[in-house]
């Protein structure tokens, strides 16, 4: 007898849990890295003007938007943490399973450092040092690239029809609808049998 092979929900839900655990392990050392080798402020030219390491702490959501709520991201991470772990058990498809999987890979990472980060616990700054100048005029981190990724790929399985089964939806072509008057001027009828 073969061993029973995992249902695409299974494997679904290992792909979403493999791919949040491995940017969350990404944004958390990548953060580590930066806060003991960088100086808070300076910049370090990576690739010249392409890419620059700038460690900043945001008190905010992207560009520092609403930086004295800071409380009110924390509350929204863990509510849309608490969504997806609800969800994710309807997710079959493997490209759903990446987008919840990236999803919940950033919100975990700029959620704990809202939460173990100075100046206190819910009220943390997010720790930010990624800096593109000719792109964004912003700075930011690997959790937020992950969840801009996952918005992108959201979008683009959404243009494309694909549930969260998997499966495709196409358009269906709704075949004409002849009304009597139409049918009398436009094809000889049958004739009738009496």
Do not use: C
């Not at 930066?34 to 390491?53: D, H, K, M, P, R």
């Not at 997710?91 to 173990?116: E, H, K, P, Q, Y």
């Not at 040092?129 to 399985?157: Q, R």
């Amino acid at each position: 007898m073969e061993p029973k092979r995992p249902s695409i929900s299974a494997r679904a839900l290992v792909v979403l849990t493999l791919v949040a655990a491995a940017l969350y392990g990404l944004d958390q050392l990548s953060k580590y890295l930066v806060v003991t080798n960088l100086t808070e402020g300076a910049v370090v030219e990576v690739f010249g003007s392409v890419l620059q390491w700038q460690f900043v702490r945001n008190p905010g959501a992207a560009f520092s938007i609403a930086s004295g709520m800071t409380w009110i991201f924390t509350i929204l991470a863990v509510g849309v943490i608490g969504f997806i772990i609800v969800f994710a058990r309807r997710i079959r498809s493997i490209g759903w399973a990446v987008v919840f999987g990236l999803l919940l890979g950033g919100v975990l990472g700029n959620l704990t450092d809202r939460l173990v980060r100075e100046p206190s616990f819910g009220q943390g700054h997010v720790i930010d040092f990624i800096y593109t100048p000719w792109m964004l005029p912003a700075i930011y981190n690997v959790a937020d690239i992950a969840i801009v990724s996952s918005m992108g790929l959201f979008l683009i399985l959404t243009l494309r029809g694909v549930g969260l089964d998997g499966v495709r939806e196409t358009k269906k072509t709704a075949e004409p609808v002849e009304t009597e008057a139409a049918a009398e001027t436009s094809s000889p009828r049958p004739a009738t049998e009496n």
